[in-house]
């Protein structure tokens, strides 16, 4: 069974940095590209980064580029978003994400961590 | 990274058929094979319903179909059961290894 646990989460500063972690079983998790989608509240899915298997090919969404930092290691099955310069319209869940097969669509999505800009 | 268009809601009665939209550009929904739609019941983790603008996951009844033409793509859910009431969201591949969601639709089974 897969299963995606975020981890991480919780109140920060404007301005501050916050480190999620989400690992993985079940799977081979150095078979997929996997990826972070946020949830602010009461509103709708924003998809906010994504990394291919090896970690040579990163992507990210305009609103976090230049602040947020994908990365993973294989060998402990994990994926990691830092998240530098935090603004009050981070404030939201942030979902870890199993790609599909090969990039073409968004598979297992862990439970969510909350994260919360505030001062 | 324009967010693809989607109704903000839509209803049917038990045993009815609903289609939700999904509108995007050539540069996302028209230009990939890559569309996806997800459901989310409230406090839940969104699931997988369709990818690959028309295939069901294991799991998920064949009372939920996709399709697209063009710039547009569409779910449609036939035989509505009390327990489809949800949010649902379009998600198409746009390119670079980026993604883009639609703004979700509130399915509401009268």
């Known amino acids: 069974e897969v299963q995606l646990v975020e981890s991480g989460g919780g109140l920060v500063q404007p301005g501050r940095s916050l480190r999620l972690s989400c690992t993985a079983s079940g799977f081979t998790f150095d078979d997929y590209a996997m990826h972070w989608v946020r949830q602010g509240p009461g509103k709708g899915l924003e998809w906010v980064s994504s990394?291919?298997?090896?970690?040579?090919?990163?992507a990210y969404a305009d609103s976090v580029r230049g602040r947020f930092t994908i990365s993973r290691d294989n060998a402990k099955n994990s994926l990691y978003l830092q998240m530098d310069s935090l603004r009050g319209e981070d404030t939201a869940f942030y979902y870890c994400v199993k790609d599909g097969a090969s990039w073409n669509f968004l598979d297992y999505w862990g439970q969510g961590a909350l994260v919360t800009v505030a001062s | 990274q324009s967010a693809l268009t989607q109704p903000r809601s839509v209803s049917g009665s038990p045993g009815q058929s609903v289609t939700i939209s999904c509108t995007g550009t050539r540069s996302d929904v028209g230009g990939y094979k890559y569309v996806s739609w997800y459901q989310q019941h409230p406090g839940k983790a969104p699931k997988v319903m369709i990818y690959?603008?028309?295939k069901r996951p294991s799991g998920v009844p064949d009372r939920f179909s996709g399709s697209k033409s063009g710039n547009t793509a569409s779910l449609t859910i036939s035989g509505l059961q009390a327990e489809d009431e949800a949010e649902y969201y379009c998600?198409?591949?746009?390119?670079?290894?980026?993604?883009?969601f639609g703004g979700g639709t509130k399915l509401t089974v009268l």
């Open positions: 998600c198409s591949y746009a390119g670079s290894y980026s993604w883009v």
């Open positions: 690959d603008v028309s």
């Open positions: 990394i291919s298997w090896t970690s040579g090919s990163v």
